[in-house]
Structure formats: structure tokens, C-alpha cells
């Protein structure tokens, strides 16, 4: 049974920093492409951050690049979203991700395994 568990939301101020974690247990972790989505109250799901299964090369969202960084650690089967510079409108329900043999794409439908989520709310 595949399971993604995400941690680390929380409330931050503008300006300030936070680390999500999400650990996968039932897969190889190895071979999954990891993604980040955000889905903030009232609008849809959006990519913000994906990192491929082989060279661990990472894609951003214009709205995040510069700011959030992604990595992983294939030992530990965790994948990491290193948020800076945090912004109220980086608000949302965070969500990773994971796609079998995956580029890293911003195309949701081609993930296999979602997480539960994770809040982070960014005050001003």
C-alpha cells in the first residue's frame, strides 16, 4: 500500500521560512518523479514544484522560482520543499506527489500517488 505523508506545514509571518517533508513508504521511491501542488481556498490545485526520479533535475512554477527550493533523499524515501520568502499568497494546502518514471511535470494527471496535504498559512 502506497502512502504519502507530508509534515511540516504551520503558520508563518511574511518573510519567513518553512520545510515540508514528505515521506513515501510502498513504492521505489527511487523511481518515482516527486512533485509539489498547492491548492489555496477557492481555487483549483496548482504545480508548484516537481524533482525527476533519475538526475534529480527540478522545475519550478514562475510564482515560487527564486524562493522555494525541492530535493530528495532517495535513502530516506522523503522528498523536501524548502520554502523562503514566504507570502500570504502562498497560503494553501500543500500536496506532493509521486509519478512513475516521471520528467517532472506540471501535469497533475500523469501522478500517480497523492498525499492527505499539509496547511501553511503565510500571515501579513
Known amino acids: 500500500q502506497v502512502q504519502l505523508v507530508e509534515s511540516g506545514g504551520g503558520l508563518v509571518q511574511a518573510g519567513g521560512s518553512l520545510r515540508l517533508s514528505c515521506a513515501a513508504s510502498?513504492?521505489?521511491?527511487?523511481?518515482?518523479?516527486m512533485g509539489w501542488f498547492r491548492q489555496a481556498p477557492g481555487k483549483e490545485r496548482e504545480f508548484v514544484a516537481a524533482i525527476t526520479y533519475s538526475r534529480g533535475r527540478s522545475y519550478y512554477s514562475d510564482s515560487v522560482k527564486g524562493r522555494f527550493t525541492i530535493s530528495r533523499d532517495n535513502a530516506k524515501n522523503t522528498v523536501y520543499l524548502q520554502m523562503t520568502s514566504l507570502k500570504p499568497e502562498d497560503t494553501a494546502v500543500y500536496y506532493c506527489?509521486?509519478?512513475?518514471?516521471?520528467?517532472?511535470?506540471?501535469?497533475?494527471?500523469?501522478?500517480?500517488?497523492w498525499g492527505q496535504g499539509t496547511q501553511v498559512t503565510v500571515s501579513s
Open positions: 510502498g513504492l521505489t521511491f527511487s523511481s518515482y518523479a
Open positions: 506527489a509521486a509519478d512513475l518514471l516521471g520528467g517532472g511535470t506540471y501535469y497533475q494527471r500523469s501522478y500517480d500517488y
